[in-house]
């Protein structure tokens, strides 16, 4: 895991107030049984996790897509082409929501706004190793080489609302 205590402790508050202002029909889905502390979710995204990603046109709508993400220091972070449609949407409206949901069994939302930067900037560091992390073993060499031409961002995350939603094969 890449979060420290106070971002483990961040983000469990971020979990409790969001679920504090959750509607009546997603507080009978997500019961407290159903949620997953801080700590658990941090330990089930290791590694790159797909996310849906939602951006918005300059008409207001909606297009979403998916990224590989990765969960680094309590946020969602991914990378894409600079000229890329979801990029240049989220350099003029950096609002955004982002979806794991790898079953019905495991669901993690995400809302706010997306802070862009260069991928091969000090920021973009560690999104950087983790992606060499994830396609080295399968890619081999190659894909460093592709990563270090492409002109890419990566986003953060910076969420104003998150949700979990984990059931276990009891069926709580």
């Known amino acids: 895991m890449f979060e420290s ?4 402790e961040h983000l469990q508050r971020l979990l409790d107030e969001s679920f504090s202002v959750a509607g009546p029909h ?10 997953l502390s801080a700590e658990d979710m941090c330990a089930r995204l290791q590694g790159m996790r797909l996310l ?6 300059s008409d207001g709508r909606p297009l979403v897509g998916p990224v590989d993400g ?36 495991l669901s993690i939302a995400v809302h706010g706004t997306a802070e862009l930067f260069d991928v091969h900037s000090s920021a973009g560091d560690e999104l950087r190793q983790a992606m060499l992390d994830h396609y080295l073993p399968t890619a081999g060499p190659d894909f460093e080489t592709w990563l270090d031409d492409t002109d890419s961002l990566g986003a953060r995350v910076a969420a104003e609302k998150m949700f979990t939603f984990y059931m276990d094969d009891s069926g709580t």
Do not use: N, Q
Request: proline content about 5%.
């Open 70 to 105: 990765y969960f680094l220091h309590g946020s969602f972070f991914f990378s894409a082409g600079r000229e890329s449609v979801k990029m240049r949407h989220l350099a003029m409206r950096p609002h955004i929501s982002a979806l794991h949901l790898p079953s019905e069994k």
């Open 5 to 8: 205590p106070d971002e483990i």
């Open 26 to 35: 997603m507080a009978e889905i997500i019961t407290t049984e159903r949620r």
């Open 52 to 57: 849906s990603v939602a951006t918005t046109t």
